[in-house]
């Protein structure tokens, strides 16, 4: 499932998704950018140094996002 993923920006270690999945709430206190609220978040981290792009609500909506803004900073130049 690492299908697409650059090696990690910080030290080019092998990245691997995370998944994230918080309990049901009666009241989400975090949304993604469309309304749905987050029980699910994709992200990317890195399995050598475990630098992650979780960010403030801890992934992103789908895996494919996940790994575009992953291989975005990871192909960013300094
Ligand atoms: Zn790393």
Redesign the pocket.
Known sequence: MSEGLKS?P????KASFNTTTYAPRKKPNAWFADGTPVTVAHAVN?Q????NNKGILGGYQTQRQAAEKWNTRAGEEA
């Open positions: 990690c910080m030290c080019g270690g890195c050598t140094c475990g630098v």
